[in-house]
């Protein structure tokens, strides 16, 4: 009697690695829906994720990254430089914060009878508190800056949602800070965005916005995907390449 042997699907968030040259390279297994090449992805915080459906074995998706190892290697070496010259926040005033692309000169008000909050005014962001303490201030502002995103996302969904044709309904919206994704769709529609994205400028929440619109239609990275995204954003690799570049300044 012949006996069929199922193999267990690979878990994701399994740490794999590989050696290019004398660099050990690490990268986080991650599943998705349908089958297809693995999609290999250096996040700005130097994380490496390789992405392929759960029945791929562990050793063809090292063999995958190995093929991609000079390109992982030199986008690890720029991603590492950059954090290399990234200063913490210190909550001080006169430091630079973002909001929507620009910049704006932090002003901390300390008065005991004052009303703890924040707003922007006159071109600069005013955090009062009663007492000077880092983690109060820190703790209102990222409350601002959700408080913004509601609002901001809320309004950019209106305003793009008439591109996406394939939508029945409006999606139900969700805020989630998160370390390293702008946004994520669920299979039931959900969109979940990042509160940090209001740092960016408005194309690069649009972007974010209609990434996720799309995903939607089509879950997962596949060439389809990308032509709906291109129909509905034809330039969307130039505003990527932007909302890539100040990920370091919109993450701290």
Same mark, same amino acid.
């Given at each position: 009697m012949n006996v069929a042997i199922e193999?267990?699907?690979?878990?994701? @968030?399994?740490?794999l690695n590989f050696f290019? @040259?004398?660099?050990? &390279?690490?990268?986080? =297994?991650?599943? =998705?829906?349908?089958a297809g090449k693995a999609l290999i992805k250096v996040h700005p915080d130097c994380r490496v994720q390789v992405s392929a459906t759960p029945d791929v074995p562990d050793a063809e998706l090292i063999k995958a990254a190995k093929k991609r190892g000079r390109w992982i290697y030199e986008q690890l070496r720029t991603f590492r430089a950059q954090l290399e010259h990234v200063k913490p926040r210190e909550y001080v005033s006169g430091e630079s914060h973002y909001y929507l692309g620009r910049q704006y000169l932090l002003k901390v008000i300390i008065d005991p009878s004052s009303v703890q909050g924040v707003k922007l005014y006159? @071109?600069? &962001?005013?955090?009062?508190? =009663?007492?000077?303490?880092?983690d109060r201030i820190k703790s209102l502002l990222e409350g601002w800056y959700k408080e913004k995103a509601k609002d901001v996302f809320k309004s950019r969904l209106e305003a793009i949602m008439t591109q996406a044709i394939w939508l029945e309904q409006k999606p139900e919206l969700r805020f989630l800070t998160m370390q390293t994704q702008w946004g994520s769709c669920s299979p039931n529609g959900r969109i979940t965005l990042n509160p940090l994205?209001?740092?960016?400028?408005?194309?690069?929440?649009?972007y974010v916005i209609l990434h996720e619109l799309c995903h939607i239609a089509e879950h997962?990275?596949?060439e389809r995907f990308y032509r709906l995204l291109s129909q509905v954003m034809p330039r969307w690799e130039k505003t990527k390449a932007k909302l890539d570049g100040m990920a370091q300044k919109v993450f701290l």
């Open positions: 193999r267990a699907p690979k878990p994701e @968030g399994v740490i290019y @040259g004398d660099e050990n &390279i690490t990268f986080e =297994r991650v599943n =998705r829906q349908k006159r @071109g600069k &962001i005013e955090v009062s508190v =009663r007492e000077r303490n880092v994205l209001v740092k960016a400028p408005r194309e690069c929440i649009d997962n990275h596949s």
